[in-house]
């Protein structure tokens, strides 16, 4: 970040930016270039009419680039500024992304996946494609995002029923005990296809037997 002449070159999210007289100021939104020197612009004048000193006598004394690690960067597309028509699709595929990503890290820990979850909930019918592309996957990180797949609204019953026999054909066994405790959630027709599924799993483990046992309790 540098500020030369009241003119900004750039400005995210997160950086910090020394102005004169109040160091370490940080922004907190994205703010359009255009915009941000317009404001700074103003900002330095007034500073150095204070000071007694020209603009550019101040900024070059105090001239300085702050750099941000790019895995702390926050997420650069908020919804709430007028300016960016933001992607509410994209953006939840940023959320999941950088969720797994972490996970995986060595020190990672499921409330990464947790976070995600609440945030998609948040989201909406928009975070649909990418709760569909997770189930497909067939991932183990499936698990965090099964009661967002189930709750979800203005979907279909056919794409949710396509969705949710991907997620009972998943490998891990995590995802399928899991997807079989929120069974109880689903429209009763529903609920039979997808225990049906869960029941049919090639993979002989606790959670077959759970299904097996669900689905003779469905039927009796």
Request: hydrophobic share 40%; proline share 6%; charged share 25%.
């Amino acid at each position: 970040m540098s500020v030369d002449g009241g003119t900004a070159l750039s400005a995210s999210a997160g950086d910090v930016v020394d102005f004169p007289n109040s160091p370490g100021v940080v922004i907190d939104w994205i703010v359009p270039k255009n915009m941000l020197s317009s404001a700074m612009g103003v900002f330095l004048g007034f500073a150095g009419s204070i000071g007694g000193e020209s603009p550019s006598a101040s900024t070059t004394n105090s001239r300085e680039q702050v750099k941000v690690p790019a895995d702390t960067r926050p997420v650069e597309f908020p919804l709430e500024y007028p300016r960016y028509e933001v992607s509410r699709n994209r953006l939840a595929r940023q959320i999941v992304s950088e969720a797994i990503r972490r996970y995986r890290q060595p020190d990672g820990y499921e409330g990464y996946l947790v976070e995600a979850a609440w945030q998609l909930e948040q989201i909406g019918k928009d975070a649909w494609p990418i709760l569909a592309e997770i189930a497909r996957a067939r991932i183990p990180e499936c698990e965090y995002f099964l009661a967002d797949m189930i709750r979800a609204e203005g979907v279909s019953l056919t794409e949710q029923l396509s969705v949710l026999r991907a997620a009972a054909r998943n490998p891990d066994a995590n995802v399928r005990s899991r997807l079989l405790e929120l069974a109880s959630e689903l429209p009763l027709d529903l609920k039979h296809k997808i225990v049906s599924v869960l029941a049919s799993h090639q993979t002989q483990d606790d959670a077959l037997d759970r299904a097996r046992d669900y689905q003779h309790q469905l039927v009796s």
